[in-house]
């Protein structure tokens, strides 16, 4: 197998690059209408605010840097003003004087309590006839009579269809089904900070260390660092800690007050496309998995593309960018 980090450079190549960001693209301009449709559905509405995002910078040469992304962005049709310093603070006033430019991307969205869409996503379906159990699953297999079978820890469910959607273990499980293993867990951390001492109004992502601070609900969230290891290796918090003393150089007002530490793996591959797709050797069984640094963004756009798989529909997008198979040589 080649590995990741080689897979990972290759796509950094101008022709693969501009596929990988078409595909990317498709699915997040669709991301928040999506959400907006499954949120008010679901009462969750007032989670979802749309009041922009920012990147900012202190050093000219990252700034310029990321500037280089312009006609990509331009291209995809995502909208991107570029802001001074003063600009900058003016959305932002906590931003540090040192802040010498920004990006600010007018239509992003944020959710203010992602715990709470899932749990409101849950109730709805809840109410709407789903049943839940909670166990380990071990895959998906078929009986003598071509049934699918969910496996589990002494029991099995008969199905006529099944989505594999467990995070970075689908990869595992689905190397049975004849696909060739392409994902690595990349850890994140995240430090909740309930009473930060500033507050901002919209996503700040810091250019030069690369990580954002989120205003929620319950304080601010700083959020990011990619730890490429054991899924299931003990979580090292000083990653989370760290983030605020990264922060106090773009927000020099943040509190010295300590906050709470979270550690999360995202399912990653390579190209940084996720893989939504069908088992084309196993008729009922679909996956999605791997949307790394994305999956809350694009998780209600993957939703449709897989319920519309399901029903026999065309999905809302093109989906063969994301087939799973792009990593395999075996036929499947
Ligand atoms: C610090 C951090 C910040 C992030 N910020 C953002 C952000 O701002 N915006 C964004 O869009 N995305 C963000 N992400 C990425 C996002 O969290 C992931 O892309 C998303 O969680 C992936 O969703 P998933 O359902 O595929 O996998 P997971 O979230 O990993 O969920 C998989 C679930 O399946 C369960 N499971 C796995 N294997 C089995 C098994 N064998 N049996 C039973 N259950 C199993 C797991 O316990 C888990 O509950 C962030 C991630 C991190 C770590």
Redesign the pocket.
Known sequence: MIPWSMRAVNVLKPAPYAKVMSALSSLIIRSQDSINQLAGATGAAHLITRNGGLHVYRSEAAFKAKLQALPYWEKHGISVKILNGADARALEPALADNVIGGLYFPESGRCSD?KELGLHYFRYLLQNGAQFLQ????GVETDLNSILQVVLPGQRLSAAKVVM??????DR?LQRHGFKSALVAE????LMMSEPGVSLSR?VVFGEAYF?A?PMDKGLRF???AEFCRPDAPPNMQRSHMLQQLAKQYIPGLTAAPGQP??????SLPDGLPAIGKVASQPGLFY????????????AITAQCVSSLIDGREPPIDIKPFDYNRFSHSAN
């Open positions: 992602p166990s380990a699953f071990l959607a467990t995070g970075h273990s689908t499980l850890r994140g951390y995240h996503p954002a989120t959020a990011g660092t979270w550690m999360g793996v995202r399912p999605a998995f791997g949307h790394a640094h994305n999956g809350l963004t694009t998780s």
